[in-house]
């Protein structure tokens, strides 16, 4: 790391050290450095994969709180490995014997190529094909996927993948991004969430910028949008998107590829002339996995990660976690750290005791808004009615601030999800309540105490 660099980490770093344990920090910030930052990303360098897996999915928020603070405004966030990853040799490996020396600097060149476009339109470098397991819950999903990638725009258009939490629609579609942009670097490939797009429509109206918003979007080659259940109820925003799908297809050769937790037709609030349209194309869904399944996707994160498990406790996990792709790996991780920490053994038992609060639930509920609402309340002793009402005493309004900020770091749901189930507040004031919680506890002892208390009560496994 350069000398500013290491300064502008050492920054990042102390303020994530006030928001988490003294051993999350050891654990999992103490290796990362800063690899590469400018006004628009910002390319963390780990170990592994394990460490970009474990911060994003634990870790986000407070990580990008401290590089917007930091930096004085958001950046993409990426990483990069110091080790290789396993997955990745084996192309190289595997490239025709029979080569001549120009064709095989070629190959070798393209996908370095596609991966730093990828990575800068967002495409994770985890979600790829090469990492997805097919099995028979979603083979139909995934060969929609290679289809639609081999000739975007001109087979399946618009491609809808459905199916519930943490069954590989990210992560799919991801993979169509990078397989697209392997073929065709210069494609505009533009990956967006719903939210995302809800939110840059909001500011676009705030600073007059609409008609770059819209060049934005209907410039894409192949628009990629994702979690459209959260256009629900916003009757503007899907306007606009209805706008811009339409743009797109009625110009020759364009894609788009929406996800969704539902079928457009369940989703409430949501247009019927969109959802008409949604259903033009293919709708594929994803299911939960089979046993094999599981234990195949297991095995492949098990390597990916250089994790080593014994076959009676992968199928043990494969037995026990059924529904949900994202809590398997959230328990081989968490299996996986402490295989790193102690060099002993690993066994049955031990495996059995450390999953304690990924198999006791399963039905896969991670903590939920009103359960947050009322712990939260217990602790600040005020009425949980009181956190979805209006009144301001200061007891109120700390109770509540920081119960929406629980619920944006430990449920997946939007600012304006959580605005709703907190009396119909709108996106910006969640938004505000989260920073100020943060900002408070970077400067209070007391609430950082408080707020660490909480985390402990709602992340950690009840007795049962
Ligand atoms: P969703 O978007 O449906 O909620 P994601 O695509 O984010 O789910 O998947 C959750 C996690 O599970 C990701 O880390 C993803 O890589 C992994 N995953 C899901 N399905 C598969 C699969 N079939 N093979 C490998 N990994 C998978
Ligand atoms: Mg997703």
């Not at 405004?73 to 490995?81: E, I, N, T, V, W």
């Not at 944006?408 to 505000?432: C, K, N």
Request: with cysteine; net charge positive; aromatic share 8%.
């Amino acid at each position: 790391m350069s000398e500013s660099h290491t300064l502008i980490w050492k920054q990042i770093e102390s303020l994530i050290a006030a928001r988490v344990s003294r051993d999350t920090m050891e654990r999992w910030f103490s290796n990362i450095d800063l690899f590469r930052v400018d006004d628009t990303d910002i390319v963390l360098e780990a170990p592994n994969q394990i460490y970009q897996f474990w911060i994003e999915t634990n870790y986000l928020p407070v990580l990008s709180d401290a590089i917007e603070t930091v930096l004085g405004g958001r950046r993409r966030l990426a990483f990069q490995f110091r080790e290789r990853d396993p997955l990745s040799e084996k192309p190289e490996k595997r490239l025709p014997q029979a080569v001549s020396p120009v064709k095989k600097r070629v190959a070798r060149k393209k996908p370095k190529r596609s991966e730093e476009v990828a990575a800068s339109v967002g495409l994770n470098y985890r979600y790829r094909f090469e990492s997805f397991v097919v099995g028979s819950n979603n083979e139909f999903a995934h060969a929609a996927c290679a289809a639609v990638a081999e000739k975007p725009g001109r087979t399946y258009n618009p491609l809808f993948i459905y199916g519930g939490a943490g069954l590989g629609k990210t992560h799919l579609m991801h993979g169509l991004g990078h397989e697209i942009l392997k073929a065709r670097p210069g494609a505009n490939v533009v990956y967006i969430t719903s939210e995302q797009f809800t939110n840059e429509f909001i500011e676009a109206i705030g600073d007059s910028s609409l008609v770059k918003f819209r060049q934005r979007y209907r410039a894409a080659d192949v628009l990629l949008i994702d979690d459209i259940q959260f256009f629900a109820g916003k009757e503007r925003s899907q306007e606009e998107f209805f706008h811009t799908f339409n743009a797109l297809c009625d110009s020759n050769g364009k894609q788009i590829v929406m996800s969704s937790d539902l079928p457009a037709s369940k989703i409430k609030n949501l247009e019927k002339r969109l959802v008409s349209r949604f259903e033009w194309g293919l709708t594929a869904e994803l299911a939960a996995p089979d046993t094999e399944t599981r234990i195949a996707i297991l095995k492949r994160k098990a390597k990916e990660w250089r994790v080593k498990l014994d076959c009676d406790i992968i199928e043990f996990v494969a037995e026990r976690i059924r529904n949900n792709v994202r809590r398997l790996e959230g328990a081989l991780i968490r299996l996986a750290s402490y295989g790193s920490m102690n060099k002993g053994e690993l066994d049955l038992k031990n495996a059995e005791r450390l999953l304690v609060d990924f198999l006791g639930d399963e039905g896969g509920k991670e903590v939920t808004i009103p359960e947050i609402q009322k712990r939260v309340a217990a602790f600040y002793d005020v009425r949980q009615s009181d956190l979805l009402g209006r009144k301001r005493p200061a007891q109120i309004a700390m109770a509540r601030q920081v119960a929406m900020y629980f619920s944006r770091e430990l449920t997946g749901a939007s600012y304006q999800e959580i605005g709703d189930a907190f009396g119909g507040r709108d996106h910006g004031t969640v938004m505000h309540a989260c920073r100020r919680v943060a900002g408070k506890c970077r400067e209070l002892e007391k609430v950082r105490r408080q707020v660490d208390h909480l985390h402990g009560e709602l992340t950690e496994p009840v007795d049962r």
